[in-house]
């Protein structure tokens, strides 16, 4: 079983900053590429930016210039800085990871429970 432990959201003015941060636990034998994705209400749900194990990192456009991602794997975490937030990045932010159990073959995916980002003045 994966834990994974999601802190940082929040109420945040416009021009604003949050860092989210991801920790998982659990019985993991390997952790491959790890994420955040948000939903916001009405809309469907939406990557915002990943890392993979080696540190590539991947962004979608809307974040991109404003978001940075970062990895720590001696403690399977990640964290998202987010930058010059706007009203429309209020959402809810789910961290995901993608994870081996046991040495077998199989790769699973685990979210988290979400966090709540909220940017208003």
């Known amino acids: 079983q994966v834990q994974l432990v999601e802190s940082g959201g929040g109420l945040v003015q416009p021009g604003g900053s949050l860092r989210l941060s991801c920790a998982a636990s659990g019985t993991i034998f390997s952790i491959y590429t790890m994420g955040w994705y948000r939903q916001a209400p009405g809309k469907q749900r939406e990557l915002v930016a990943d890392?993979?194990?080696?540190?590539?990192?991947n962004y979608a456009d809307s974040g991109k210039g404003r978001f940075n991602i970062s990895r720590d794997n001696a403690k399977n975490t990640i964290h998202l800085q987010m930058n010059n937030l706007k009203p429309e990045d209020t959402a809810v932010y789910y961290c995901k990871v993608y994870y081996r159990h046991s040495a077998g073959v199989i790769v699973y995916d685990y979210w988290g429970q979400g966090t709540q980002v909220t940017v208003s003045s």
């Open positions: 890392i993979t194990r080696g540190g590539s990192a």
